[in-house]
């Protein structure tokens, strides 16, 4: 049913159902929001978005308001612009005043309401809040005195991510968010995945920043410093510098690492290839030999904690294969170490992620040996646009670069890891050419890409039917799970990613990342397949090198040494 409604002097047409704010957005019209949440359920906590409806003079939340029929509305009038006004300055009145030093000064919604609306001086007086800051995890800081209560953060770590390790706590003015008693996040049922990062609009919740030990490698002459980047990176680190949402500025980012002062710059892609090489090879032995089914991707490590915490009897079903992350990093120490004649404790890796949860999986146990670790630091898609700045360095007018070989070739399946769907779409490419011997006669396989938050395909090799799904979002891999668990016999192999769409919109991406840009990563990495002639991980001739020189074959013992682990169940606070 259409209705008719005046905004600003201006008739539009509206929806039953609707609520202003949709129908403002929806024409062009902005209204500032700090609680609202797009797609979910308004709660109308933060009056920020209120307008002023011109026959009563009454102000009205216009993201929890539905349209009325006749309604004329103002969106800027006196009375709102003061309203507005006022609620800064009292988010503003017990808010620290350290914007220099914040690590979101300059991207702080806060800081830009209180700009549009010319808040120069302090007319409301609080008691400035005095929280201690949370430095217990190993990938998220969390800094209360700077929470404004929006509980934006709330709401995705229980509606999205399905996890709630945060809540609100205590009530009135005594408010405020943090874990179950308020303890310090490593303790939480928290699994690093930075989507309240995302949300957060103030410096409450920011990665756990690694510059000062990078900072010192960097310039120490013992080190060997080298990185490794994600195959997400490329296509959203553009986005920091001002340029499209999508540009694929690989080469580029590779020259300015250099400039930087890495030793050596590698792709994880290519270890993206390795994980494929192994993981399809597991699923392979499953299927001949009766393993544990449905068999689940290790990927994401912010899926891996929440099996572990929450899902432990499906501990079995994980492949043992390390993240491409892990992967590259023990290669780096091991292959790389070997044929470079450099002893491994020399050796500063450094990982380049769109994940804050890579932080977490840097430094488990599992991933060290011996006491070194596969990885030493892991910096986000901001932590390295803010390096580049750091050494001024004009992403502009600099000559693209190839990464280094070997470990910097990979193929196009390897880069696809990056969407939601990538590391099924690239097992089975590869699995079909294991069993079959003959390359697929389409290599895409449409079932598994997109944003939908559970996919299905049924895969059809060589008589084999393979039942496959891809999940990303944890509260969709709960619901997928909980169909294994009544009974569900017809999948065989699961990708699981923490993030919605996957890498390309991790919590380790810019901040503020509109659905826009997602779009634009994902089909700026399916562009990339498209067109580039390797398609295949097992076709990629640096890995075929690798097994004959050094690894040996899929699953075999250096290969289970380095490249493989194992999980445990995790005790938390829940």
Not at 110 to 116: D, E, G, R
Not at 196 to 218: D, Q, R, S, W, Y
Not at 335 to 352: F, G, L, R, T
Request: charge should be neutral; glycine fraction near 8%.
């Amino acid at each position: 049913m259409s209705l008719n409604i005046e905004v600003n002097n201006q008739k539009l047409s509206a929806e039953k159902g609707e609520t202003i704010l949709e129908v403002l957005k929806r024409n062009g019209i902005k209204v500032p929001t700090l609680c609202h949440i797009k797609d979910m359920l308004p709660t109308g906590a933060c009056r920020i978005c209120v307008v002023e409806q011109r026959k009563t003079g009454k102000l009205i939340p216009s993201c929890s308001q539905p349209v009325e029929d006749g309604m004329d509305i103002l969106t800027n009038s006196p009375k709102v612009n003061e309203a507005r006004k006022t609620i800064i300055e009292l988010l503003l009145s017990n808010h620290p005043d350290d914007c220099l030093y914040c690590a979101r000064n300059m991207n702080c919604e806060l800081q830009t309401l209180s700009n549009t609306y010319h808040v120069r001086e302090r007319r409301i007086r609080g008691v400035k809040n005095n929280h201690h800051l949370d430095l217990s995890s190993a990938s998220i800081v969390r800094d209360p005195a700077k929470c404004i209560l929006c509980g934006r953060c709330v709401r995705i770590c229980d509606e999205v991510m399905g996890i709630s390790a945060i809540d609100f706590i205590n009530r009135g003015s005594n408010s405020i968010v943090g874990p179950t008693f308020n303890k310090g996040l490593n303790t939480s049922s928290c699994i690093n995945c930075g989507q309240c990062i995302m949300v957060c609009p103030t410096g409450a919740l920011t990665e756990k920043n690694h510059f000062p030990e990078l900072l010192e490698a960097l310039n120490d002459p013992k080190k060997i410093v080298v990185a490794q980047h994600a195959p997400a990176i490329s296509v959203s680190l553009a986005e920091e510098f001002g340029m499209e949402a999508g540009k694929d500025i690989n080469g580029i980012m590779n020259a300015a690492l250099r400039k930087i002062g890495f030793n050596k710059v590698f792709d994880t892609s290519f270890t993206a290839d390795l994980t494929i090489m192994e993981e399809s090879a597991e699923l392979i032995e499953r299927v001949k030999n009766g393993g544990t089914f449905p068999m689940i991707t290790s990927c994401c490590p912010g899926w891996i904690k929440f099996a572990e915490e929450f899902y432990p009897e499906f501990l079995p079903n994980l492949s043992s294969c390390k993240s491409p992350q892990q992967m590259m990093g023990a290669i780096i120490k091991s292959h790389y170490a070997q044929s470079a004649k450099i002893n491994p404790e020399d050796i500063y890796s450094v990982s380049i992620m769109p994940c804050t949860a890579k932080k977490f999986e840097g430094q488990r146990a599992e991933m060290t040996s011996k006491g070194i670790s596969d990885v030493d630091a892991v910096l986000t898609t901001r932590e390295l646009a803010a390096l580049i700045k750091l050494y001024e360095i004009d992403l502009n007018n600099i000559e693209p670069e190839l990464a280094d070989s070997p470990l910097g070739l990979r193929s196009s399946a390897g880069k696809i890891f990056a969407s939601s769907g990538g590391v099924m779409e690239a097992a089975i490419r590869t699995a079909n050419y294991s069993l079959t011997g003959k390359e697929l006669v389409q290599f895409k396989v449409k079932e598994v890409r997109g944003f939908k938050g559970i996919k299905e395909a049924k895969i059809n090799i060589d008589g084999l039917e393979l039942g496959v799904a891809v999940t990303s979002g944890l509260q969709n891999a709960k619901e997928l799970l909980a169909q294994i668990k009544n009974g569900r016999k017809d999948i065989h192999f699961i990708e699981i990613m923490a993030c919605p769409g996957g890498c390309i919109g991790g919590g380790g991406q810019p901040i503020n990342t509109d659905e826009n840009a997602l779009i634009a990563r994902m089909k700026s990495i399916y562009n990339i397949d498209e067109k580039e002639s390797i398609k295949v991980s097992h076709k990629n001739p640096e890995i075929r090198d690798l097994y004959r020189d050094f690894l040996g074959q899929p699953l075999g013992e250096k290969s289970h040494h380095l490249l493989h682990t194992t999980y445990e169940e995790r005790d938390v606070l829940k």
